[in-house]
């Protein structure tokens, strides 16, 4: 199990667009027509990697949560397929319904969306504001497989409270830390 952290890219930066596949409900879209009108949450995951499977049901639970508050919360699947055939979109479909997610699971099948956001790890988290500048990104909260620690969010719960209630975001921000994406070789 590899410990990848996040490259954290730099706070304000405006959310790269994109059009890609939703593996639940097969069809096309955009960043545009998916994002809150207080807040987009954008997850780079996947299916088998060990610290995703570890936060699951917290991703499931914070959405249900925040959703209903303007906060959009979208996930992108940008590992290999060939190499890595447990996270093909078909099983990106198995997996949503099993687990539960109320987001759209999408593929990245060129691997452009994770270059744009500089994505690194699975699961990596970016939070962005209602103009789709980057106020947060970095870990769920402090718990990793078999470190004992519970899962809760608090770290990105803090950073979308902060966001609700209109106050500054802490701009100290630890790293996500997980699996590395599956880049395509050349």
Known sequence: MANTPSNMMPLGTKAPNFIL???????????????????????????????????????????????????????ISSNDVINYPQDAP???????????????????ATQETAMKYDAACTPDFYLFDK?????????????????????????LRNALNALLSEKEIDPDQKPSIGCNIKWIAD
Request: proline residues 6%; hydrophobic residues 35%.
């Open 21 to 75: 596949k939703d593996t639940i409900s097969d069809q096309e879209l955009s960043l545009n027509t998916l994002k809150g009108d207080i807040g987009t949450v954008i997850m780079f995951i996947c299916n088998h990697c060990p610290f995703v499977i570890h936060v699951n049901p917290e991703l499931v639970k914070m959405a249900k949560e925040y959703q209903s508050k303007g906060i959009s919360f979208i996930a």
């Open 90 to 108: 078909d099983l990106m479909k198995q997996q949503a319904k099993q687990v539960g997610y109320p987001f759209p699971y999408l593929y990245d």
């Open 131 to 155: 103009d789709l500048n980057l106020v947060y990104r970095g870990q769920l909260d402090g718990s990793r497989p078999g470190n004992a620690v519970p899962v809760t969010g608090k770290d």
